[in-house]
T-cell receptor
Framework: EAQVTQNPRYLITVTGKKLTVTCSQNMNHEYMSWYRQDPGLGLRQIYYSMNVEVTDKGDVPEGYKVSRKEKRNFPLILESPSPNQTSLYFC????????????FGPGTRLLVL | GEDVEQSLFLSVREGDSSVINCTYTDSSSTYLYWYKQEPGAGLQLLTYIFSNMDMKQDQRLTVLLNKKDKHLSLRIADTQTGDSAIYFCAETHGQGGKLIFGQGTELSVKP
């Protein structure tokens, strides 16, 4: 089954404690990205990657890092989480030229105390 | 810059039609999408329309695109309580796949 998986689905942490949210897709997609969803703001792109070892900032990259060492994986790293990073995070993937179909993961709900 | 706007709430009665509206600013958009998010769930792609189309119908869903006014709408016929969700409008240039989302419209269907 074609899918995007994220782990963990729920996470409560404290300010400053480094964390990683994993994302994996099994569709051989070149393009992967991370979004955060906040009430009244919709989804905003954090980082994206067009292929292995190619990553770039989205609209709200501050406080986040990503890596793309393998095509299937695109982890999101919060080196020093702060309460304003409390949000719902989605990973997505697509073929680079296939604009009509974007696949989203189930979401990771993060609470930073 | 790029911007997508939606009204935040819509309430309808079961069996009525729902129309969710969206406006966007980027005239170079290539694909426009409607996503559905049920409570506690991820995003489900409902339908999409390519920018050279005016209308697309898929069972109970009808998408209308007015490129001149940069206006997109989603009509749900015979709305059911299971249609209660947040609906997001989004657009992309088709280059690299970045999606620009609206704020989401919360659809409430009353029995």
């Amino acid at each position: 089954e074609a899918q995007v998986t994220q782990n963990p689905r729920y996470l409560i942490t404290v300010t400053g404690k480094k964390l990683t949210v994993t994302c994996s897709q099994n569709m051989n997609h070149e393009y992967m990205s991370w979004y955060r969803q906040d009430p009244g703001l919709g989804l905003r792109q954090i980082y994206y990657s067009m292929n292995v070892e190619v990553t770039d900032k989205g609209d709200v990259p501050e406080g986040y890092k990503v890596s793309r060492k393998e095509k299937r994986n695109f982890p999101l790293i919060l080196e020093s989480p702060s309460p304003n990073q409390t949000s719902l995070y989605f990973c997505a993937s697509s073929l680079l030229t296939g604009g009509e179909t974007q696949y989203f993961g189930p979401g990771t709900r993060l609470l930073v105390l | 810059g790029e911007d997508v706007e939606q009204s935040l709430f819509l309430s309808v009665r079961e069996g009525d039609s729902s129309v969710i509206n969206c406006t966007y600013t980027d005239s170079s958009s290539t694909y426009l999408y409607w996503y559905k998010q049920e409570p506690g769930a991820g995003l489900q792609l409902l339908t999409y329309i390519f920018s050279n189309m005016d209308m697309k119908q898929d069972q109970r869903l009808t998408v209308l695109l007015n490129k001149k006014d940069k206006h997109l709408s989603l009509r749900i016929a015979d709305t059911q309580t299971g249609d209660s969700a947040i609906y997001f409008c989004a657009e992309t240039h088709g280059q690299g796949g970045k999606l620009i989302f609206g704020q989401g419209t919360e659809l409430s269907v009353k029995p």
